[in-house]
């Protein structure tokens, strides 16, 4: 199993449910840091890896090593992202860019990467986290919204392309998730935390499922936001 973005709070507390016999390897930049990380993850052999998820020339670069050190690829998480800064993003076209970059374009590369790989063999198990920010965008986060939006379609089309081939791909859709990555804001309703994210993922895995929505009730929720006037959605915060 391999977790991409191994400094992930969500990614390590899904490795510590996966783990029991496994082998681990968390994958992310300066991996002389990931010592809290590997520490985290007891139940396994745990190793780690180089991997820049905005470096996608270098995607397949990092599989062919990975694989090459520790055998075809099982379980693939991609978990890594950024939240960007939505006032700043609006004035500077470059942060805009490169959020969209790292949410949504590394994704696609390195999903491409990995889908083509496990469906040679007849097998594998991807999973992706998308958000209920993509459902529909926001005034307040736009930018990482339109990124997630994105995201969630190319996954969901790549689940259908990868339908019979014995690979499971699996969309996760959180709400807001309480963790480093959204230090210092107010807690949305019905808000989870990377624990109970990484639970639902494990559990959906498990059953074979194909979409999972954290917590379950935000699914209904998902659906109502189409019908929310323009003039009311607008002014409602992140």
């Given at each position: 199993?391999?977790?991409?973005?191994?400094?992930?709070?969500?990614?390590?507390?899904?490795?510590?449910?996966?783990?029991?016999?496994?082998?681990?390897v968390l994958a992310a930049r300066r991996t002389d840091q990931l010592v809290e990380q590997v520490a985290a993850v007891r139940a396994a052999a745990v190793h780690v890896a180089e991997f820049d998820a905005d470096d996608t020339a270098g995607h397949a670069g990092v599989?062919?090593?990975?694989?090459?050190?520790?055998?075809?690829?099982?379980?693939?998480?991609?978990?890594?992202g950024v939240l960007g800064d939505q006032d700043r993003a609006e004035v500077d076209a470059a942060h805009a860019v490169a959020v969209v970059h790292t949410d949504?374009?590394?994704?696609?590369?390195?999903?491409?990467?990995?889908?083509?790989?496990?469906?040679?063999?007849?097998?594998?198990?991807?999973?992706v986290f998308s958000s209920i920010a993509g459902a529909r965008a926001r005034r307040a986060n736009?930018?990482?919204?339109?990124a997630k939006s994105g995201l969630d379609a190319f996954a969901s089309g790549l689940t259908d392309a990868l339908h019979g081939t014995g690979v499971q791909l699996l969309i996760v859709r959180p709400g807001f998730v309480i963790g480093r990555m959204t230090e210092g804001m107010e807690p949305a309703p019905f808000s989870s935390t990377p624990a109970q994210v990484a639970e639902a993922?494990?559990?959906?895995?498990?059953?074979?499922?194909?979409?999972?929505?954290v917590p379950w009730v935000i699914?209904?929720?998902?659906?109502?936001?189409?019908?929310?006037?323009?003039?009311?959605?607008?002014r409602l915060p992140r």
């Open positions: 199993m391999v977790i991409f973005g191994g400094r992930s709070e969500i990614g390590v507390e899904l490795a510590v449910r996966l783990a029991p016999g496994a082998v681990v599989v062919d090593a990975i694989e090459a050190a520790h055998g075809p690829i099982d379980t693939a998480v991609l978990a890594f949504y374009v590394a994704q696609v590369g390195l999903l491409t990467v990995l889908a083509q790989r496990m469906r040679t063999r007849d097998r594998g198990r991807l999973v736009y930018v990482y919204g339109s993922t494990a559990k959906a895995l498990a059953r074979g499922k194909r979409a999972v929505w699914r209904p929720m998902i659906f109502v936001t189409r019908f929310v006037p323009r003039p009311i959605w607008r």
